[in-house]
């Protein structure tokens, strides 16, 4: 289920009001413009759009604001609701066959474990059923590579674009040391660049990245349970034994959450 992520919006507007008032409480308020510089902007952002423009066609661009999108978003994997789930397949496979599972698929959502489930209800093969399952989480981290390469190579190319201004800055200053009037416009633009870089790199585009490919990470992950319980299920494996196998997954707290959700189950068996 995925639902917004408020931690994005949260530590990307805390970083620019932290850098903020940093200037304030040194500068003061007036002290504010010195760091506004129109020529700075434009050449970061000019010089990091052309960049993106010759390292991407013009589809996958397109997808960088959806790729963006994303990083405000999160999913909650329910690893115990996830294990139960193939504990009744299982549970219900050895009591009525493979076969009767075919009911069962309508009421699963996830696409990934109906995959499997119907996989298994066709009576392929254990190691088949790993191979194909693999090869689609394969094909999902190879699609979310590129996609998240928008926003890694936007982090490389921002402060890159920042040095560049840096040095038209020092250029511009050196060439005009007789004309003091000249010096303060250059040297902002000398500065101010590499600040305007920096921060896009290190407070927007890499941190989106980062945080995409931790998603994709939790994502693969309940795939890999998915297949153990798929495989299980085929496999006819005892619905207690294949609990034991999938917990292996689950870290310590997420252990004494499970026991705990296990015996409240249990007591509303018994009610």
């Not at 992950?221 to 998915?226: A, D, E, G, H, R």
């Amino acid at each position: 289920m995925k639902k917004i992520d408020v931690l994005t919006p949260i530590g990307v507007v805390a970083g620019f009001l932290f850098v903020a008032f940093a200037i304030i409480t040194n500068a003061g308020l007036p002290g504010f413009g010195s760091f506004v510089d129109l020529p700075s902007i434009f050449i970061v952002i000019g010089g990091l759009m052309a960049a993106m423009l010759v390292s991407f066609s013009l589809k996958e661009l397109k997808g960088l604001g959806k790729v963006m999108r994303e990083s405000f978003r999160d999913e909650d994997y329910d690893i115990h609701g996830l294990i139960r789930t193939f504990i009744m397949l299982s549970e219900k496979a050895r009591r009525e066959g493979l076969l009767a599972l075919e009911a069962e698929v309508e009421e699963i959502e996830d696409p990934f474990i109906r995959k499997g489930v119907l996989l298994a209800v066709d009576g392929i093969e254990p190691d088949m059923i790993t191979d194909i399952m693999n090869a689609e989480i394969i094909a999902l981290e190879e699609r979310h590579r590129k996609s998240r390469s928008l926003l890694d190579k936007a982090g490389e190319y921002a402060p890159a674009w920042g040095m560049i201004g840096t040095l038209i800055g020092l250029v511009l200053m050196l060439k005009n040391l007789n004309d003091p009037s000249s010096l303060g416009p250059n040297m902002a633009i000398a500065l101010l660049t590499t600040l305007y870089g920096s921060l896009l790199a290190n407070l927007v585009f890499i941190p989106m990245a980062s945080k995409l490919a931790m998603r994709t990470e939790k994502e693969v992950f309940m795939k890999q349970i998915v297949i153990e319980g798929v495989v299980g299920v085929q496999s006819g494996q005892n619905p207690r034994i294949l609990e034991e196998k999938l917990k292996v997954f689950l870290s310590h707290d997420e252990l004494l959450k499970h026991a705990v959700k296990e015996q409240e189950g249990a007591s509303l068996d018994e009610a």
